[in-house]
Nanobody, 122 residues
């Protein structure tokens, strides 16, 4: 599976962005998808994940209620809708894939996209 993340950019605090992650391959629907982020000088952290069917989602406490993860298996794409953005959301955002069930552990994911920069100005 190859992943291509896009949609990052510069936004003011309180604004919104939608990240997309396009996957190659015909077995996308068997993969759980996750979004992680890494700020300068910090470890890569879990943001959100969605199961292979889309029936189950999970969010980090810091983004719950503000971010939404969705997938469109017909388009081989997973989205991260981000609203009420804060300066502390500034990071490089990565999408990742693993078979079947979603988890929070970054080491559980087998495939990673290249990352897209999100910068939130105060």
């Amino acid at each position: 599976v190859q992943l291509q993340a896009s949609g990052g950019g510069l936004v003011q605090a309180g604004g919104s962005l939608r990240l997309s992650c396009a996957a190659s391959g015909r077995t996308f629907s068997t993969y759980a998808m996750g979004w992680f982020r890494q700020a300068p000088g910090k470890e890569r952290e879990f943001v959100a994940a969605i199961s292979w069917s889309g029936g189950s989602t999970d969010y980090a406490a810091s983004v719950k209620g503000r971010f939404s993860i969705l997938r469109d298996n017909a388009k081989n794409t997973v989205y991260l809708h981000m609203r009420s953005l804060k300066p502390e959301d500034t990071a490089v955002y990565y999408c990742a894939a693993k078979l079947w069930q979603a988890t929070r552990g970054r080491d559980d994911y087998d495939y990673w996209g290249q990352g897209t920069q999100v910068t939130v100005s105060s």
